[in-house]
């Protein structure tokens, strides 16, 4: 069983960064990150719930949307069991409750659905505002 936990979240002017992190624990010696995709997803009040970005960490493929492509970028850290978004240029349409969840590597970034995955983290508020 894996509990994601996010964290890095908080409060920045348009235009700062942020790094988010997503722990992966619960992994071991045979059950490891390769094992798995992990998605960002993010959820603005009376918005429908929309992905982000999502890395295969068997392959390091990604998927980024369109909306923050060339701001964000997922990236993973294995020796830490991490997965990180780091956004940059934020606007103000990026506030939301981030979160990450995971999902086998063979369903991976493309097969999950948006709904057909395995563990989710509890969330951490992202708030861009002058």
């Known amino acids: 069983q894996l509990q994601l936990v996010e964290s890095g979240g908080g409060l920045v002017h348009p235009g700062g960064s942020l790094r988010l992190s997503c722990a992966v624990n619960?992994?071991?010696?045979?059950?490891?990150?390769?094992?798995?995709?992990v998605v960002w997803f993010r959820q603005a009040p009376g918005k429908e719930r929309e992905e982000v970005s999502c890395?295969?960490?068997?392959?390091?493929?990604?998927k980024i949307a369109d909306s923050v492509k060339g701001r964000f970028t997922i990236s993973r850290d294995k020796a830490k069991d991490t997965v990180y978004l780091q956004m940059n240029t934020l606007k103000p349409e990026d506030t939301g409750e981030y979160l990450c969840?995971?999902?086998?590597?063979?369903?991976?970034?493309?097969?999950?659905?948006?709904?057909?995955?395995?563990?989710y983290g509890r969330g951490t508020q992202v708030t861009v505002s002058s």
């Open positions: 969840a995971a999902v086998d590597h063979l369903t991976g970034c493309e097969g999950h659905g948006g709904d057909a995955l395995d563990y």
């Open positions: 890395i295969n960490n068997r392959d390091g493929s990604t």
């Open positions: 619960g992994l071991t010696s045979r059950v490891t990150l390769n094992l798995y995709a």
